[in-house]
């Protein structure tokens, strides 16, 4: 099957198309022919060697934890998912991730796609999410009339966390540049706050919770923001537990856990108009394509999310 792999860590660069074997099914998993994946902050880091230590994989790598495509084969203890359906999944972090033509996935990791979604829609929901719902549902047991505040709104995580706080009952704050304010007002946002002219800590206090994508002094500035017993989740660094217990706050970070439950929840979300993907470009399953994309994301300026299409739905 046609992959793009890395040989080694390195630029964007060391990404190359190649032919690699078919995944090895197990009992438990369902082969998935990819029509659609898509890029995340997660893929570059682990490409340039940044977290290494905590992922030791063996090259070749294929990088990719999303996918959405039809179902090929299944393995003999597969009782819930049938050949020929359309799905999606947050495939189990390996060294064989879902840039690539086909993708073993375990089935309790798979969620059914509604009819109405495309497959380029249900490759953008899987890792981000899933972060966003675990981050406001299981982490902060986010409420009807919180105020909430989400860092970097216009970002893959962000526009997904705006959405369910909002389908929540949450009054929901978000920073941005000017450009992307009528984008996240349309999302559902409250208020959205720019940046680039007013700091968020002169405008919101007494928050709920606090979304952190950002890290460092953002995320420092975020405890003097909360409540006192409020939260601070963070997707990028483990808060400082002092300043959270001089503050009365909840704080940690969260690491994504895949989950196909919760993804069919999320299926639900977007079958009721509650929760809509948002694509900002689309790439090619090729070596350039990977690459621009890669490109792309590492600007830390994409909107929504990056979707890779490996074929086109008939």
């Known amino acids: 099957m046609k992959a793009v792999v890395i040989q080694s860590y390195g630029g964007k660069e060391v990404l190359k198309e190649q032919e690699m074997e078919m995944p090895n099914l197990q009992d438990n998993q369902v082969l998935v022919e990819v029509y659609a994946t898509s890029v995340n902050p997660i893929d570059w880091k682990v490409?340039?060697?940044?977290?290494?230590?905590?992922?030791?994989?063996?090259?070749?790598?294929?990088?990719?934890?999303?996918?959405?495509?039809?179902?090929?084969?299944?393995?003999?203890?597969?009782?819930?998912?049938?050949?020929?359906?359309?799905?999606?999944?947050?495939?189990?972090?390996?060294?064989?991730g879902t840039y690539a033509e086909y993708v073993a996935v375990d089935e309790n990791l798979i969620?059914?796609?509604?009819?109405?979604?495309?497959?380029?829609?249900?490759?953008?929901?899987?890792?981000?999410?899933?972060?966003?719902?675990?981050?406001?549902?299981?982490?902060?047991?986010?409420?009807?009339?919180?105020?909430?505040?989400?860092?970097a709104g216009a970002g893959g995580v962000g526009t997904f966390a705006i959405q369910l706080a909002k389908a929540y009952g949450?009054?929901?704050?978000?920073?941005?540049?000017?450009?992307?304010?009528?984008?996240l007002t349309s999302l559902g946002a409250d208020r959205v706050i720019n940046y680039k002219e007013e700091n968020f800590w002169d405008v919101v206090n007494d928050l709920d919770i606090v979304l952190d994508t950002m890290g460092g002094d953002i995320q420092t500035k975020s405890f003097e923001v909360l409540k006192k017993g409020g939260t601070l989740v963070s997707i990028v660094q483990p808060p400082d537990e002092?300043?959270?217990?001089?503050?009365?706050?909840?704080?940690?970070?969260?690491?994504?856990?895949?989950?196909?439950?919760?993804l069919q929840l999320l299926a639900t979300l977007f079958e009721e108009k509650k929760l809509q993907p948002i694509i900002g470009q689309e790439f090619p399953l090729t070596e350039k394509g990977v690459q621009d994309a890669h490109a792309v994301s590492e600007t830390h300026h994409a909107k929504g999310k990056l979707v890779i299409t490996a074929k086109k739905a008939e």
């Open 47 to 96: 490409r340039e060697g940044y977290l290494k230590e905590m992922m030791p994989f063996e090259f070749p790598i294929i990088l990719g934890w999303d996918v959405a495509g039809v179902v090929k084969e299944k393995g003999k203890a597969v009782d819930n998912v049938e050949i020929g359906e359309r799905v999606f999944a947050r495939p189990a972090t390996t060294n064989r």
């Open 111 to 151: 969620a059914k796609m509604p009819d109405s979604m495309t497959f380029e829609e249900a490759a953008a929901i899987p890792l981000a999410g899933l972060t966003a719902y675990q981050c406001l549902v299981d982490f902060s047991s986010i409420k009807e009339g919180n105020r909430v505040l989400i860092h």
């Open 242 to 262: 002092h300043l959270a217990k001089e503050k009365e706050v909840k704080a940690g970070l969260v690491w994504l856990e895949p989950n196909g439950e919760q």
């Open 170 to 183: 949450a009054y929901v704050y978000t920073t941005a540049s000017g450009k992307n304010i009528e984008f």
